[in-house]
């Protein structure tokens, strides 16, 4: 299962628990556990970001489960810490599982886990059976399109909240989110992004990274565009670091991977 307690920033190196998902490859097992350290701490810091960051963009945490196999839901989700188990209910069709972080936090020393047997032998970063805490810091707006003062500010106020998902030695790390990343709701969707210029609109190149297609507030100013137009369908647009950034931690999780396999094969 791919656990995605972060998006992003978080996710790929400064998130513990991420990390620990994504460092091994090994079958996942069954049941597949994690730890449920810092969890509940993280989305208290996230829920105390003061409301005057909130007014752009905003994140609204929904710890949720995504099939994308077709495959069944899990058979269990719980939380075991010192040799007792509680359950956490998964609402389906939605795979809403509304205990989640108060459990979480009730019981940080133990483990979140999940029986699923049908994809037990699968590698654990296979994101047929997703978990997504809705951590993104996404733009309020989704008119199709964003003046740049908008951009602006919802990519300060972004940085703001990537900062609550690091550990506190790590924050004057975190870099700038000037990028802006377009997630379309159709995995068909074509990317359909431009400057409204003086002149009319012109056309972005967007890259692709992961799910999403990401352009840069430099890209837009370049072409003299004074707003962000997103067309194409139902989509979402969060701040984000570079995509050459993003890669580099890709990067440093792959490393990390395969100092991991080769301590085992050792």
């Not at 609402?91 to 483990?111: C, D, M, Q, W």
Request: aromatic letters at 8%; glycine letters at 6%.
């Amino acid at each position: 299962m791919m656990v995605k307690t972060v998006h992003i920033l978080a996710s790929a190196v400064f998130a513990v628990l991420a990390v620990h998902s994504a460092a091994a490859e090994e079958a996942r097992g069954n049941p597949y556990c994690f730890p449920a350290k810092g969890i509940g701490n993280m989305v208290e810091r996230i829920n105390n970001v003061d409301a005057t960051r909130r007014d752009v963009v905003n994140v609204t945490v929904a710890p949720k489960f995504l099939i994308r196999d077709d495959g069944p839901w899990p058979e269990r989700f719980f939380i075991r810490n010192d040799g007792e188990e509680f359950d956490v209910p998964v609402i389906t069709p939605s795979g809403e599982t509304p205990g989640f972080v108060a459990l979480a936090k009730t019981h940080e020393r133990g483990e979140v886990c999940v029986t699923d047997a049908a994809r037990a032998d699968l590698p654990v970063s296979d994101e047929s059976l997703y978990f997504e805490m809705g951590l993104s810091p996404l733009f309020k707006n989704i008119s199709g399109r964003h003046d740049i003062t908008e951009l602006k500010e919802g990519a300060k106020d972004g940085k703001v909240f990537y900062k609550q998902m690091v550990p506190a030695a790590f924050r004057m790390f975190t870099p700038a989110t000037n990028s802006m990343a377009v997630k379309y709701k159709s995995a068909n969707a074509q990317p359909k992004i431009f400057a409204q210029t003086n002149e009319g609109e012109i056309e972005l190149p967007a890259v692709a990274y992961r799910d999403m297609y990401v352009v840069t507030l430099d890209q837009l100013e370049e072409a003299g565009g004074t707003a962000l137009i997103v067309k194409g369908g139902e989509y979402s647009l969060q701040p984000t670091p570079t995509v050459a950034f993003m890669k580099r931690l890709d990067n440093m999780i792959n490393k990390k991977q395969k100092e991991i396999d080769a301590d085992k094969d050792g």
